[in-house]
């Protein structure tokens, strides 16, 4: 599932995100960053190496089947 937000929403969203990583409903997350300058950047965050690693290399699938 993907989800296309304004800056308002985004920023609220994660807020959320960053709550649930707090209170333990969210086990990982990843990221793709692009940046003004044309960069693009991919964090991963949380879960385990093996979740993590595949993240990276396929953030479509789901991260449950790893």
Excluded at 12 to 22: D, I, P, S, T
């Amino acid at each position: 599932m993907n989800h296309l937000l304004g800056k308002d929403a985004a920023v609220a969203m994660l807020r959320e995100l960053l709550h649930e990583a707090e209170f333990g409903s969210l086990n990982c997350m990843a990221l793709r960053i692009f940046r003004a300058d044309g960069v693009a950047e991919d964090f991963v965050v949380g879960g385990t190496a093996q979740q993590q690693a595949g993240a990276l290399l396929d953030p479509q699938r789901g991260l449950g089947q790893r």
